[in-house]
């Protein structure tokens, strides 16, 4: 566990947030990408070491939808940079830890990616995520 790479908001509308965050953190997105498996696009903003990760819906059925849905726009998850997400996958299980999915797959960024379940974590939606080249 290295750092928090970043934090995930979902948004209904990326126009608007993004006029928003641009005038918050006072700087551009540097980085817009479409993720065709989560049915989401990105949009990233550098704060530090950090990142911000506006996500907004492309498909209705995208699980985004459905949180906001649910309980609107606002904060969605929190990324946490890791080594080897394998490692960290095997050792979490051992202490008791649920997975979304029991592989990594491709996310946003250049990152492989896996999402604990939040029933396992005290409601927080948690991402690990492995850089698949330094950037
Ligand atoms: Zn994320």
């Given at each position: 566990m290295n750092k928090i790479e970043h934090i995930g908001i979902a948004v209904s509308d990326l126009g608007l947030s993004e006029a928003v965050f641009d005038k918050l953190l006072n700087r551009k997105a540097y980085k817009s990408e479409e993720v065709e498996s989560e049915k989401v696009k990105t949009t990233f903003y550098r704060l530090g070491e950090s990142k911000i990760e506006l996500l907004s819906v492309t498909?209705?059925?995208?699980v985004i939808a459905k949180y906001i849905d649910k309980r609107g726009s606002g904060m969605h998850h929190i990324a946490i940079a890791v080594d080897d997400i394998h490692q960290e996958i095997t050792r979490l299980k051992k202490e008791q830890f649920v997975f979304i999915d029991e592989q990594p797959k491709r996310g946003a960024d250049n990152k492989l990616i896996v999402f604990l379940h939040p029933k396992s974590t005290g409601g927080v939606l948690v991402e690990l995520c492995q850089g698949l080249n330094d950037n």
């Open positions: 498909h209705p059925d995208s």
